[in-house]
């Protein structure tokens, strides 16, 4: 595999006078290409290597032979760290979108960021960079030595300083504190706030990104994105919260019916149900109760237009879609249609970025959980039968999702 020097978007005079044409020309031609360079003479000597990027070979290098693993290390983070440089520079774009607001809440205001990140950048020892990344969806402030990447620590970039002496000697020389404070008037805010919400992307993409809760970020677009739909959704923080608004939601006296949901076994909801330390007509209980197959069949029926019905779902995407899947179908009339109020219990958990990736949560993550569970209560295992995808509501109904903060059901 063979690497290309990226050529700049922009000319070596655009980011003057803060960066100075001469700089960007030794900067780019001379000292990136070096790393491109070496880095593909390390490489020559293991033709049996293949990697989908330079950015993932920067993710395995445990699995890079022992002989080149230095030299690779040293010059594919040249290599990369430059080619990122060079995307996040541009004069006169303001802070903005997303990370704008993510900064202003991890560091109280822009200052104490551009503060803090200038004390990093001072405080490095030799040569480096400092980075602002994206670590377990907390922004945080790091440096490293020489060409190491945050990718290598799974950790992902969205802005960073370039703090080897050649990125800025020939106009700052010694001044490296002028150098880091005229940065600031050349950083691509559009491209850093692009990095950041592609960095939520991937953390909620990944298979283990499923079983993660979602950032707050992503539950407020969630929401939002519900509320277009006609379903109202909030969020609360723990699972005693859950149920104390699922109470407040049900009147005294009002009919109800459940799902067999996980969830509703975590927040308490069954227990209180069985607890019988309540004033619903819980139809359920009839329904367990009812020896005579044919009465209940009848009751089967009738659960299906309970006024309430409380469950769960499977997966939610930040645009709002709903997929619930079932193996009898048994809730799923009630949550189409037939039940006037429909409450979901959901962990955040459940957020997924894109519509493929509900089916991708199901598939690959709640399925194989489920079907262990029930092969762990004497079933023969789960199936997947039936299928809503729930878009929107335009009939006269409530339906409410109540978000928790905490991992709940699958
Ligand atoms: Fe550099």
Redesign the pocket.
């Known amino acids: 595999m063979k690497f290309e020097l990226p050529q700049l978007k922009y000319a070596y005079d655009s980011l003057e006078p803060y960066i100075d044409e001469q700089t960007m020309k030794f900067?780019h031609d001379k000292?990136?290409q070096a790393y491109t360079d070496k880095l593909n003479t390390a490489l020559e000597k293991h033709p049996e290597l293949n990697f989908a990027s330079a950015e993932e070979i920067l993710m395995n290098l445990n699995k890079i032979p022992e002989d080149i693993r230095i030299a690779v290390k040293n010059n594919c983070g040249?290599y990369v760290?430059?080619k990122f440089?060079w995307e996040i520079l541009k004069k006169d774009i303001l802070l903005n979108g997303n990370v704008q607001k993510a900064i202003e809440k991890t560091f109280g205001n822009f200052e104490n960021f551009k503060e803090n990140f200038t004390n990093a950048s001072l405080n490095l020892f030799g040569s480096g960079w400092v980075w602002l990344i994206l670590n377990n969806g907390n922004l945080e402030i790091i440096s490293t030595s020489n060409q190491d990447s945050p990718i290598s620590e799974g950790k992902i970039p969205l802005l960073v300083i370039?703090l080897?002496e050649?990125?800025y000697y020939l106009k700052y020389q010694n001044r490296r504190a002028d150098y880091i404070n005229a940065f600031f008037s050349i950083i691509n805010w559009d491209k850093v706030n692009e990095n950041f919400i592609n960095a939520n992307k991937m953390k909620i993409n990944n298979v283990k990104g499923f079983s993660d809760l979602a950032s707050e970020e992503d539950v407020k677009e969630t929401i939002s994105a519900l509320k277009l739909r006609n379903i109202n959704a909030e969020l609360v923080n723990t699972k005693e919260d859950a149920l104390k608004i699922l109470k407040e939601l049900i009147p005294s006296g009002s009919e109800i019916m459940t799902g067999g949901s996980t969830t509703l076994q975590e927040i308490g909801f069954t227990d209180l149900l069985k607890s019988k330390n309540h004033d619903w007509i819980n139809i359920k209980d009839e329904l367990l109760s009812e020896k005579n197959p044919e009465k209940q069949a009848e009751l089967r029926k009738k659960s299906v237009t309970s006024k309430y019905f409380i469950g769960s779902i499977h997966a939610i995407s930040k645009e709002g879609e709903i997929l619930i899947a079932s193996a009898s179908g048994s809730q799923i009339p009630s949550y189409a249609f037939s039940s006037d109020n429909v409450i979901w219990i959901v962990g955040t958990q459940k957020i997924v970025s894109t519509h493929e990736d509900l089916f991708k949560r199901l598939n690959e993550y709640v399925f194989p959980l489920e079907n262990e569970r029930m092969k762990k209560e004497g079933y023969p295992g789960s199936t997947i039968a039936k299928i809503l995808l729930f878009e929107r509501e335009i009939m006269p109904r409530k339906i409410n999702l109540i978000f928790v903060n905490e991992k709940l059901g699958f």
Do not use: I, K, L
């Open positions: 900067h000292h990136h040249g760290n430059h440089f370039d080897w050649h990125a």
